[in-house]
Nanobody, 122 residues
Framework: VQLQASGGGLVQAGGSLRLSCTAS????????MAWFRQAPGKEREFVAA????????DYADSVKGRFTISRDNTKNTVYLQMNGLKPEDTAVYHC????????????????WGQGTQVTVSS
């Protein structure tokens, strides 16, 4: 599956962005989808994941209550609505896909998008 992420940008603290990730090449609804992020000098970290039909979600503690993951299987797209952004949210955000059992471990995902930069100014 090929993944194309978009929607990043520069925003002031407290602002909002919505990231999108569109998939092609594999039945989208067969994939667990997730967002990960990597800040300069830091390891990649899990942000959010959503099950194949969107019935269940997981979030990193650092984004709970501020970020919302959703998907539209008719558009082969997963979204990440980010509200109340903080400078520490600054990172490159990657979407990822996997088939099979649900997981939030990065090592379990076999398809990755190129990433979109999110920069939050204080």
């Amino acid at each position: 599956v090929q993944l194309q992420a978009s929607g990043g940008g520069l925003v002031q603290a407290g602002g909002s962005l919505r990231l999108s990730c569109t998939a092609s090449g594999r039945a989208f609804s067969s994939n667990t989808m997730a967002w990960f992020r990597q800040a300069p000098g830091k390891e990649r970290e899990f942000v959010a994941a959503i099950t194949r039909i969107g019935s269940n979600f997981d979030y990193a503690d650092s984004v709970k209550g501020r970020f919302t993951i959703s998907r539209d299987n008719t558009k082969n797209t997963v979204y990440l609505q980010m509200n109340g952004l903080k400078p520490e949210d600054t990172a490159v955000y990657h979407c990822a896909a996997k088939v099979g059992s649900y997981s939030v471990s990065a090592s379990a995902f076999d398809a990755w998008g190129q990433g979109t930069q999110v920069t939050v100014s204080s």
